[in-house]
């Protein structure tokens, strides 16, 4: 018997994932927090993946959220639906049945059952040495939809990242700049409400102007990123005209259009 060589690779890599955290069962309540995040920055999560975690609501409750109207309005918003963790034994057959992929999580019931809708980035290993790490509670129609905001830390002037941002790692300035004093690797997520500044290679998906400041740019040593956004406008770099591929570049938005020019 003759064995041909492998054609396959498999091996596990770190990804960027979304996580949706269900603390309340109703689909209005839950499209309307989505809608809003979303409307906030919309090219923060364009075709992100994501994980909807049920492990804050009761068994009760979960039989009443309705899986296949989940799932619609999350393609409907350009999410890409990976599973659902954190699921009760009873809605195993629903999620299955709803085309859900269900994921292998430990469920623990809460104390109390909260009535809200909180999405997080699932993202442990995102650098925290400068303590930016936010957390965005919305709370639903019954609670007088009232908006809490924790933040460990405000970003003020600008955000410096000195240690090379990794494959799978996502660092987002909000409301200010974001400068990388080394590289960004391939897989990586860089983004910004200002301008970003990476001195070093730039890799990865880098995203300038996320709010639609149309002013913001990207600065880098030497341009290899994946993909280029600036207020909404993208542009693939590998569909790219430009022969400026690994060397320093700046890039900016001018109607509509992406232009890269050398870095002088």
């Known amino acids: 018997m003759t064995v041909t060589p492998s054609v396959l690779e498999l091996k596990g890599e770190m990804l960027m994932l979304n996580v949706l955290r269900l603390q309340d069962v109703n689909i209005n309540n839950i499209e309307a ?12 999560f364009i075709q992100s993946p994501i994980v909807v975690d049920c492990s804050d609501i009761s068994e009760e409750q979960s039989n009443l959220l309705d899986l296949r109207a989940l799932r619609r309005i999350l393609v409907k918003m350009d999410f890409v ?3 659902l963790r954190g699921i009760s034994n009873s809605m195993l057959a629903a999620s299955m049945s709803a085309g859900w992929n269900v ?8 104390a109390k059952l909260k009535k809200a809708t909180d ?15 936010k957390e965005v509670i919305v709370e639903s129609e019954e609670e ?19 240690r090379p941002v990794r494959s799978g790692q996502q660092v987002y300035a909000k409301n200010a700049d974001l400068v ?3 590289q960004t690797s ?24 996320v709010k639609g400041d149309k002013t913001a740019r990207i600065f880098c040593r030497s341009l290899e990123a994946e993909l280029i956004v600036i207020a909404g406008c993208y542009q693939l770099l590998d569909e790219s005209k430009t022969d400026l591929k690994g060397k320093p570049a700046m890039i900016r938005l001018e109607d509509e259009k992406l232009i890269i020019e050398p870095l002088d």
């Open 33 to 44: 927090t989505l809608q809003q995040k979303r409307d906030e920055a919309p090219m923060f």
């Open 119 to 133: 999405i997080v980035r699932d993202n442990e290993d995102c650098l925290n040495e400068n303590n930016q790490d």
């Open 81 to 83: 639906p990976v599973g």
């Open 180 to 182: 990388v004093l080394s």
């Open 186 to 209: 391939a897989g990586s997520e860089v983004m910004a409400d200002g301008s970003i500044h990476v001195y070093g290679p730039l890799r990865g998906r880098v995203l300038a102007g």
């Open 144 to 162: 007088k939809n009232t908006t809490k905001i924790e933040e460990i830390a405000e970003i003020r002037a600008g955000m410096t990242i000195e």
């Open 103 to 110: 994921l292998r999580s430990v469920r623990k019931r809460p």
